[in-house]
Nanobody
Framework: QVQLVESGGGSVQSGGSLRLSCVVS????????LAWFRQAPGKEREGVTA???????AYADSVKGRFTISRDNAKNTLYLQMNSLKPEDTALYYC????????????????????WGQGTQVTVSY
């Protein structure tokens, strides 16, 4: 059974940093992307960043230069380092994994992912 468990969320002031973690179990990603998404109240789930085996990455324009995705395969853990946080980064953050991958698919489109964690809340105040 595939399980994704996020942690590391919290409340910070604008300009602060947080590091999110996602432990992945029961899953062999093989040649698939793993990704971070976020969802604010009343908004659609938004792709933040994704990483492919071999450390190819993709970032949403809104987080480029501020967020960094990484993975530790030995620990089956996905990370998201978030620096220079802004109030508009406030959301519930999820990690996602696909059950299969169609070549050419957008790694930041939530519709391409089937497995999700429960989410971890990030709140950034002014």
């Amino acid at each position: 059974q595939v399980q994704l468990v996020e942690s590391g969320g919290g409340s910070v002031q604008s300009g602060g940093s947080l590091r999110l973690s996602c432990v992945v179990s029961g899953y062999m990603p093989g040649h698939y992307w793993l990704a971070w998404f976020r969802q604010a109240p009343g908004k659609e789930r938004e792709g933040v960043t994704a990483i492919y085996p071999g450390d190819k990455t993709a970032y949403a324009d809104s987080v480029k230069g501020r967020f960094t995705i990484s993975r530790d395969n030995a620990k089956n853990t996905l990370y998201l380092q978030m620096n220079s946080l802004k109030p508009e980064d406030t959301a519930l953050y999820y990690c996602g994994a696909p059950s299969y991958w169609r070549s050419g698919s957008d790694p930041l489109n939530f519709r391409n992912y089937e497995y999700w964690g429960q989410g971890t809340q990030v709140t950034v105040s002014y």
